[in-house]
């Protein structure tokens, strides 16, 4: 099965920028829809940001739109998710998953399969 871990999560200050990573192994990505959901404490997890390796298209949650960018470095099998001008709203446990079953980006955590561990994201003066 495919394995997934998160990266480059922190504390960072209201109006900063973090880029978390989301490294591959045991498959490659080529073929999958990669997602970035958050969770925040007594919140129902939700969708920030999909990608389709397939075809290069992107969604994102209105919350994030303008400031978050998901992308793919093939080469690297790695998926990121670029986060400009975070608010403290932001503020979650950030968590990767793909499915090599989806055909299109739909930011529902509850049809992928393959999830990563999750990486802390505070935003907080």
């Known amino acids: 099965q495919l394995q997934l871990v998160e990266s480059g999560g922190d504390l960072v200050q209201p109006g900063g920028s973090l880029r978390l990573s989301c490294a591959a192994s045991?498959?490659?990505?080529?073929?999958?829809?990669i997602g970035w959901f958050r969770q925040a404490p007594g919140k129902e997890r939700e969708g920030v940001a999909c990608?389709?390796?397939?075809?290069?298209?992107?969604y994102y949650a209105d919350s994030v739109k303008g400031r978050f960018t998901i992308s793919t470095d093939n080469a690297k099998n790695t998926v990121y998710l670029q986060m400009n001008s975070l608010k403290p709203e932001d503020t979650a446990v950030y968590y990767c998953?793909?499915?090599?079953?989806?055909?299109?980006?739909?930011?529902?955590?509850?049809?992928?399969?393959?999830w990563g561990q999750g990486t802390q994201v505070t935003v907080s003066s």
């Open positions: 045991k498959f490659t990505l080529d073929y999958y829809v």
């Open positions: 998953a793909a499915d090599n079953e989806i055909r299109m980006c739909i930011l529902n955590y509850r049809i992928f399969t393959s």
């Open positions: 990608i389709s390796s397939r075809s290069g298209s992107t």
